[in-house]
């Protein structure tokens, strides 16, 4: 059974910095490309950032580009994201995502972790 | 950045009821088109990738079409247990980008 476990997740002053983290279980981790994708409270999904298999292709939205850093640690099942500059715009619900993936392509998240809370504020 | 544009973004339907949702992509996107399903407070369920294809364990009443810049899911029965957000999300370029959502509520 494929199981995502976020874990980081807190209150932070804007500016400040946190470092998410993402364990997983029951699937072939260094196979797989993995995102981070953020919900606001009452608000849409927003994607964050995105890893290859081996972890050396990183991808990140504007928004967060420069400020956050994707990483993935194959041999402990770890994803993680260290979130730097912190803003109050930051504020969400961040989840973990394993993308379902083909040898060339990916298409799509197919699990989702339950999600950790970050909230910005002085 | 490609931009991902859902229309309407709510919808009141009754059971039974056929829906669709646009999506539109601010450039072509090919099929690289995933949709998903989140009811409040849970995270989101895959339904449909490469604009057509039904992931597995997705009723039957779900279809997506398109291709291009202009997409739809259609759930062609609406059930009780279909009431909720709806999100396409574009895998053709990064960073990948969510459309706004369409909220399906009992009429």
């Known amino acids: 059974e494929v199981q995502l476990l976020e874990s980081g997740g807190g209150l932070v002053q804007p500016g400040g910095s946190l470092r998410l983290s993402c364990e997983v279980s029951g699937f072939t981790f260094r196979n797989y490309a993995m995102s981070w994708v953020r919900q606001a409270p009452g608000k849409g999904l927003e994607w964050v950032s995105g890893t290859n298999g081996n972890g050396r292709s990183t991808y990140y939205a504007d928004s967060v580009e420069g400020r956050f850093t994707i990483s993935k640690d194959n041999p402990k099942n770890r994803l993680y994201l260290q979130m730097d500059s912190l803003r109050a715009e930051d504020t969400a619900l961040y989840y973990c995502?394993?993308?379902?993936?083909?040898?060339?392509?990916?298409?799509?998240?197919?699990?989702w972790g339950q999600g950790t809370l970050v909230t910005v504020s002085s | 950045d490609i931009q991902m544009t859902q229309s309407p973004s709510t919808l009141s339907a009754s059971i039974g009821d056929r829906v669709t949702i646009t999506c539109r992509a601010s450039q072509s996107i090919n099929s690289w088109l995933a949709w998903y399903q989140q009811k409040p407070g849970k995270a989101p369920k895959f339904l449909i990738y490469?604009?057509?294809t039904l992931e597995s364990g997705v009723p039957s009443r779900f279809s997506g079409s398109g291709s291009g810049t202009e997409f739809t899911l259609t759930i062609t029965s609406l059930q009780p247990d279909d009431f909720a957000t709806y999100y396409c999300q574009q895998y053709h370029d990064y960073p990948l980008t969510f459309g706004g959502g369409t909220k399906v509520e009992i009429k």
């Open positions: 995502a394993k993308e379902a993936c083909t040898s060339t392509n990916c298409y799509g998240v197919d699990y």
């Open positions: 490469k604009a057509s």
